[in-house]
């Protein structure tokens, strides 16, 4: 995700979203749950579609009812603060994210007392393009095949240096950096709790794909929530001329709507509880 900040007489005039994460990278075919195009809109009265027999065990109760939806509030795991490294160059992106995984994999450890194994995933921070076992890319994603984030810092070091000392500017660019981890984080718990395998090859640009990144996005947003002693949102980025600014450059299009983004966002903030981020039992207006 990368964002540019359009900056007039020292604010924030416009800003524009500059590429899109394609969301998980693609494994070896299986069959896939097939969300219902007519699904209902309103929550609670939906019709989940069969599926088709697969490696996952039971790939519809796997996205519907799993485990992951049972386990407590994630609590804080009293990481060190949010590291205020400059995010002007590789080096510089690379250490920040290097900062923030462990304390990631600490907050997802604790599912461990609930039965799920979270162990850290690789880290691959990058410039330019990146071959991957899911292939060659130059935007952040996440890589199931081989349990790897990978971080494309360009997208975070070109409007750092573009806006060179202005702290208002850098301090969303770091935010937007520390969603993006988080959010990759969240399709790692996606593969080890076997969300990934349950929705077969075919989810790239179909509801799936929706479902599968707004939940990503909710995750995401627990951690956030949970540990934000560590990673607390500055409260100017609160203040109402601001609040949109900041939810805008968390916004990928290809994450389904804004107001949907912003909703599943807001669930994982609020609660902190994973299993409130259940984007596979809702009607489609609310994954669109």
Known sequence: MAVVLVLAAGAVAAYTLLSTDPGPSPRPPAPRAVPSTDAPDAPGSVDVPPVQPSSTP???RTLTRNELYRVPRMKSV?????????????????????????????????????????RAPGLEVFSGEVSTPC???????????NQTIYMYADEMFDPWNQYAGDDFSHGLTRLAALHTIAHEFGHHVQQVTGIFGAM?????????????????????NVFLAS?????????VYW???????????????????EANQRTWTDRGYGSARPGDCNTWTVGAAQVT
């Open 78 to 118: 009293g990481c060190a603060q949010n590291s205020r490294v400059a995010l002007d160059g590789l080096g510089g992106v690379r250490a920040y994210y290097r900062s923030v995984l462990p304390c990631l994999s600490r907050a997802w450890g604790q599912l461990g007392k609930d039965g799920i194994t979270v």
């Open 227 to 235: 540990q934000r002693d560590a990673y607390g949102v500055d409260s």
């Open 135 to 145: 292939g060659s890319v130059l935007y952040s994603f996440y890589c199931p095949s």
């Open 200 to 220: 077969g090859p075919d989810w790239s640009g179909t509801e799936l794909e929706r479902r599968s990144e707004l939940q990503a996005s909710c995750l995401g």
């Open 58 to 60: 039971d790939p519809q």
């Open 239 to 257: 203040e109402a001329q601001w609040e949109p600014l900041w939810r805008f450059i968390t916004r990928v299009p290809n994450h389904g709507s």
